[in-house]
Nanobody
Framework: QVQLEESGGGLSQAGASLRLSCVAS????????LGWFRQAAGKEREFVAA????????KYADSVQGRFTISRDSAVNTVYLQMDSLKPEDTAVYYC???????????????WGRGTQVTVSS
């Protein structure tokens, strides 16, 4: 069993940066691909970014490509999402997830955090 806890969300202005963190407990994250998803009010949960188990492969949604960077630090069992050039449309609750493979489909991920709110004002 893996427990995930996100932090780092908050209120930001357009063009600014935020870094989200997700710390795992229960099992080491080396065994899992790690991802970030987001869910805006009234919308379905959508894929943002993911990194493979070894960290050698990443995947991004088109909407964040070039602005967001996912990374993982095995030493502290943590995955990060660096968000630069934020836009109001990035406003959402952001969730981290752990699973067996990189997939844009939420149903393919096994473990989820409770989420952290990111609000970007114009």
């Amino acid at each position: 069993q893996v427990q995930l806890e996100e932090s780092g969300g908050g209120l930001s202005q357009a063009g600014a940066s935020l870094r989200l963190s997700c710390v795992a407990s229960g099992r080491h994250l080396n065994a899992y691909a790690l991802g970030w998803f987001r869910q805006a009010a009234g919308k379905e949960r959508e894929f943002v970014a993911a990194v493979s188990r070894g960290g050698g492969s990443t995947k991004y949604a088109d909407s964040v490509q070039g602005r967001f960077t996912i990374s993982r630090d095995s030493a502290v069992n943590t995955v990060y999402l660096q968000m630069d050039s934020l836009k109001p449309e990035d406003t959402a609750v952001y969730y981290c997830a752990a699973g067996g493979v990189i997939s844009p489909a939420p149903r393919h991920w096994n473990y989820w955090g409770r989420g952290t709110q990111v609000t970007v004002s114009s």
